[in-house]
T-cell receptor, first 111, second 116 residues
Framework: GQSLEQPSEVTAVEGAIVQINCTYQ??????LSWYQQHDGGAPTFLSY????GLEETGRFSSFLSRSDSYGYLLLQELQMKDSASYFC????????????FGTGTRLLVSP | GAVVSQHPSRVICKSGTSVKIECRSL??????MFWYRQFPKQSLMLMAT?????????EQGVEKDKFLINHASLTLSTLTVTSAHPEDSSFYIC????????????FGPGTRLTVT
């Protein structure tokens, strides 16, 4: 089976930096993705790590360590609009390479 | 970018009736589509994977006779919730993957189903 664990909630203030962790257990692994979801909306893709290391995309960065089955999303220069839920997701290397989502982290950014 | 639409965006139905949700890839052909369900403040749970022209593959615990999935063409998949009950009220999201060999999944805007 597969399981991906995240902290349930993180709070921070505007301009700060926050890190959202994700630990996973999978029967097959083909990369770790991160998605953002605002209330009532669809998930939107943020980043993808297939190999170990840090990927940077603007204010967002994502890190992966396959040996530790661990990754994180780093959000810098937080803005109010970053208040949302963030999900890590693993693409399975078996079957249809389906995307399985983590438990989700709700980020609350305050002024 | 690739666009996936869903219809309807919201639907309210009475207990015992059936509801059909459509998922369309608007500017690409989707060989594989995925259906997710999301309860309030919870994660997206994969219900089933459908490939064009073949039967859907359901995740463990998902009743295939209750959630009928049809992937009749490379741009359309439908999910029919049969004999809906209040506990089926949820946010249903489809996702589509193209034929280019790239494994990115594109998500639809979701359908909010309320069963009264």
């Amino acid at each position: 089976g597969q399981s991906l664990e995240q902290p349930s909630e993180v709070t921070a203030v505007e301009g700060a930096i926050v890190q959202i962790n994700c630990t996973y257990q999978t029967s097959g692994f083909y990369g770790l993705s991160w998605y953002q979801q605002h209330d009532g909306g669809a998930p939107t893709f943020l980043s993808y790590n297939a190999l170990d290391g840090l990927e940077e995309t603007g204010r967002f960065s994502s890190f992966l360590s396959r040996s530790d089955s661990y990754g994180y999303l780093l959000l810098q220069e937080l803005q109010m609009k970053d208040s949302a839920s963030y999900f890590c997701a693993v693409r399975s290397s078996t079957g249809f390479q389906k995307l399985v989502f983590g438990t989700g982290t709700r980020l609350l950014v305050s002024p | 970018g690739a666009v996936v639409s869903q219809h309807p965006s919201r639907v309210i139905c009475k207990s015992g009736t059936s509801v059909k949700i459509e998922c369309r890839s608007l500017d690409f052909q989707a060989t594989t589509m995925f259906w997710y369900r999301q309860f309030p403040k919870q994660s997206l749970m994969l219900m089933a994977t459908s490939n064009e022209g073949s039967k859907a593959t359901y995740e463990q615990g998902v009743e295939k006779d209750k959630f009928l999935i049809n992937h009749a063409s490379l741009t359309l998949s439908t999910l029919t919730v049969t004999s809906a009950h209040p506990e089926d009220s949820s946010f249903y999201i489809c996702s589509a993957r193209g034929t280019s060999g790239h494994y990115e999944q594109y998500f639809g805007p979701g359908t909010r189903l309320t069963v009264t």
